[in-house]
């Protein structure tokens, strides 16, 4: 791979002192040297100071605007197409316009806040140097991209983030053909990049792709898997690490910050810039050159000798993997990003080159800057002041329940260990870590990992609860069914934002969950009504110690109700459902949450004058039979309820009551579950309207299988 281009030796100077304030969060290692142009060019991205502060751009002075910040450049750009001709002193005004622009829009729709800000300057020179969309370029973790928006002709759709029809929060194929790849959940970009890179290259095209990678995202085994592979096919394509210390999501407890996760981010904060190894690796590539033969083979040791020098374990570890590393870089210098990215794009290289960016998340608002968390994801808030429009909900969060059950089981059990996959705020677990920092470990964005690390644990006596996200269990299945399942492990699985789940769309709706975990033959699959329900089926998991046990919950509040004393869960008695209100001719059989919307189609069908029957399964596996076997036997009709997928609960009933013999008679059963379509992000409400699973759609449902069209269209109404 020849990029000897690079006449690092005249690039190299030190951060100094002074520069420390607005240089790096990294800046405080006082090896690393970032500046990678000369100083002439350094200049004009200089920060100039004046009395009381510092004095640069419209976000550097703290002004922030309640109204639309003046954004006069940024106004003239629709398309990267427009970015073409501006000099590097405009496209910093840009930069800096359209870090205004990023702050004012999340402001009034809420969403990822401190990713993007840390990004701006990345966004503008990837949108300066490369031609999008014929240049492919992938964002991973998707929430990044809100930049990438804004130049990409979506400017006039920001106030629409994350609403129903409006955009998503994360890139996506079928709203931009600058979107190359959908990433809602991280670590994909580079087995995406460098399948697009094979393609192009056996259907005979020249363009670029650029895989921009960060924000935890490197933490996860598929990136190294696909730079393994990148290394060997020898692909042209380009992968930009995003580095901003950031591994959990977001990286805090609640006493605030924590230190990345995992031996990269200790690897990726030593690496360093040495003037005179740089200068001996030049003379290495010179040698090269000259002489071949032989000598050919000392010069390579000395230059991969320099560069591990240079660069610590990580760049050697890259380099290991196959790709060409050029770094570190500062990721808000325009003028080097610019340059670097030029260089390698007008390079001809064979094989892929890894790009290290450092940057700071939350970038360019202080609020964002000083923040545990970064501003990682905000609701609607004040720009002058950062201050979060929170609304007071009367009940807590199902994640802070279960977290507070969790704490309750631990307090009784010494062998309870909590785990989760860099979400510690997003599960509850961040509460959990401050009780007991010795029994709570946070992964990275790892979630097969995760569960085999569980699966040990329970090996060793201990009682793992692992805390996943329900869509981002799905990153982990083979090792849930061959690691935990049958190996009859008691792994417990605590499954977060079961069902719909608002703005973040598709990508983070837990749809599939009980399907895919109901067929595993050792698993125990159950799901609160309730939030009260909840710290019983905590209870119950742990008392479960011959099987692996699941349980899924929403997001979104709890609805009320008393809970159980000191949060001491009462453990369920396995495969126990019951019976909610006694009624006739039709039982809906609920499962999870939605059993509360069967209680309000209850409500509905009784103005009509018909009383009806609603239990609570609790548990899909395995099912409360004889409930079943008297419900079907009693009523005209059974409808089973649920906010999952086809395949779920009510397929297990179907299954059971078919070869019962229950489905041979006059019993007209039902099945309620989401469309068999991805629903798109939007409110709750609408989510759940365009499900079909709403109280009025399930009794309506009711009307229609007795023959009583009118009321079925009135209770629509």
């Known amino acids: 791979m020849d990029l000897c281009a690079f006449a690092y030796?005249?690039?190299?100077?030190?951060?100094?002192?002074?520069?420390?304030?607005?240089?790096?969060?990294?800046?405080?290692?006082?090896?690393?040297?970032?500046?990678?142009?000369?100083?002439?060019?350094?200049?004009?991205?200089?920060v100039k100071k004046k009395c009381g502060g510092v004095y640069a751009s419209l976000s550097e002075r703290e002004e922030y605007y309640s109204q639309r910040p003046p954004t006069p450049l940024l106004d003239t750009i629709n398309y990267p197409i427009h970015m073409k001709n501006l000099s590097t002193k405009e496209l910093k005004q840009l930069a800096d316009e359209l870090r205004s622009d990023v702050i004012f829009s999340v402001s009034r729709t809420g969403g990822h806040l401190g990713s993007s800000l840390g990004v701006v300057e990345l966004t503008v020179a990837i949108h300066y140097v490369f031609n999008t969309p014929q240049d492919k370029i992938l964002w991973d973790v998707g929430h990044q991209s809100y930049p990438h928006k804004i130049l990409t002709g979506r400017r006039d759709k920001m106030h629409t983030m994350r609403q129903t029809n409006g955009l998503s929060g994360f890139t996506k194929r079928s709203e931009s053909e600058y979107d190359s790849f959908g990433t809602g959940h991280s670590s994909t970009?580079?087995?995406?990049?460098?399948?697009?890179?094979?393609?192009?290259?056996?259907?005979?095209?020249?363009?670029?792709?650029?895989?921009?990678?960060?924000?935890?995202?490197?933490?996860?085994?598929?990136?190294?898997?696909?730079?393994?592979?990148?290394?060997?096919?020898?692909?042209?394509?380009?992968?930009?690490?995003n580095d901003n210390k950031q591994v959990s999501l977001p990286t805090a407890?609640?006493?605030?910050?924590?230190?990345?996760?995992?031996?990269?981010?200790?690897?990726?904060?030593?690496?360093?810039?040495?003037?005179?190894?740089?200068?001996?690796?030049?003379?290495?590539?010179?040698?090269?050159?000259?002489?071949?033969?032989?000598m050919h083979e000392l010069a390579a040791k000395v230059d991969e000798y320099a560069r591990g020098m240079i660069s610590g374990s990580g760049s050697?570890?890259?380099?290991?993997?196959?790709?060409?590393?050029?770094?570190?870089v500062d990721g808000h210098n325009i003028d080097d990003l610019v340059a670097i990215l030029k260089e390698v794009k007008s390079t001809k290289t064979t094989g892929p080159v890894l790009i290290h960016v450092i940057t700071e998340k939350g970038r360019g608002y202080p609020y964002a800057e000083k923040a545990a968390d970064k501003y990682h994801g905000v609701t609607k808030f004040d720009p002058p002041t950062g201050k979060q429009f929170k609304s007071k909900a009367p009940t807590q969060s199902y994640t802070t329940y279960f977290a507070e059950a969790l704490i309750a089981e631990a307090e009784a059990d010494k062998d309870i260990i909590g785990i989760h996959a860099a979400m510690g705020g997003g599960t509850g677990m961040n509460l959990f870590q401050r009780r007991f920092p010795t029994r709570c470990f946070d992964v990275g964005i790892a979630e097969q990992h995760a569960v085999t690390f569980a699966a040990g644990l329970a090996c060793e006596g201990l009682k793992p609860f692992c805390a996943i996200y329900s869509s981002f269990m799905q990153r982990a299945y083979d090792q849930v069914v061959h690691d935990v399942d049958l190996q009859k492990l008691p792994v417990r699985f605590a499954m977060d934002r079961a069902g719909l789940v608002g703005a973040d769309g598709p990508t983070h709706c837990g749809s599939f969950d009980v399907t895919f975990m109901a067929c595993l033959p050792n698993m125990v699959v159950m799901a609160p009504s309730d939030e009260a329900e909840l710290f019983h089926m905590v209870a119950t998991a742990a008392a479960i110690n011959d099987r692996p046990s699941c349980f899924r919950y929403p997001r979104g509040n709890g609805i009320g109700v008393e809970l159980p004393t000191g949060n001491k869960g009462i453990?369920?008695?396995?495969?126990?459902?019951?019976?909610?209100?006694?009624?006739?001719?039709?039982?809906?059989?609920?499962?999870?949450?939605?059993?509360?919307?069967?209680?309000?189609?209850?409500?509905?069908?009784?103005?009509?004058?018909?009383?009806?029957?609603?239990?609570?399964?609790?548990?899909c596996k395995p099912l409360d039979r004889s409930l079943i076997r008297s419900l079907a036997k009693s009523h005209e009709v059974l409808i089973t309820v649920e906010e999952g997928s086809i395949g779920g609960f009510g397929s297990h009933v179907a299954q059971f009551m078919a070869l019962d013999g229950l489905l041979d008679g006059k019993l007209k059963w039902r099945p309620m579950v989401l469309p068999d379509r991805y629903i798109d992000h939007g409110s709750p409400a609408d989510q759940l309207s365009l499900a079909g699973l709403t109280p009025s759609h399930i009794a309506a449902t009711v009307f229609n299988i007795l023959g009583q069209t009118r009321e079925a269209l009135e209770v629509m109404s």
């Not at 019976?579 to 009784?606: D, F, H, M, P």
């Open 316 to 328: 050697t570890l890259f380099e290991e993997l196959g790709l060409y590393y050029i770094g570190p």
């Open 9 to 46: 030796p005249t690039f190299v100077s030190r951060v100094t002192p002074s520069d420390n304030r607005r240089s790096l969060p990294l800046a405080s290692h006082s090896q690393w040297g970032l500046d990678l142009l000369p100083h002439s060019q350094h200049r004009h991205n200089q």
């Open 189 to 241: 970009t580079i087995s995406a990049g460098l399948g697009m890179a094979v393609g192009r290259d056996m259907k005979g095209r020249n363009n670029n792709v650029v895989a921009v990678i960060g924000d935890g995202a490197m933490t996860a085994g598929q990136a190294y898997e696909a730079m393994n592979n990148a290394g060997y096919l020898d692909s042209d394509m380009i992968v930009i690490l």
């Open 571 to 619: 453990p369920i008695e396995i495969g126990k459902g019951r019976i909610l209100i006694e009624g006739e001719r039709v039982a809906l059989l609920g499962y999870g949450t939605a059993v509360q919307n069967c209680l309000a189609a209850a409500s509905l069908v009784e103005r009509h004058g018909l009383n009806i029957t609603v239990a609570d399964a609790r548990f």
């Open 253 to 294: 407890t609640l006493d605030g910050p924590i230190p990345p996760v995992g031996a990269l981010s200790s690897a990726l904060s030593r690496l360093q810039s040495n003037r005179p190894l740089r200068e001996l690796r030049e003379v290495a590539k010179g040698v090269t050159k000259r002489i071949g033969g032989p």
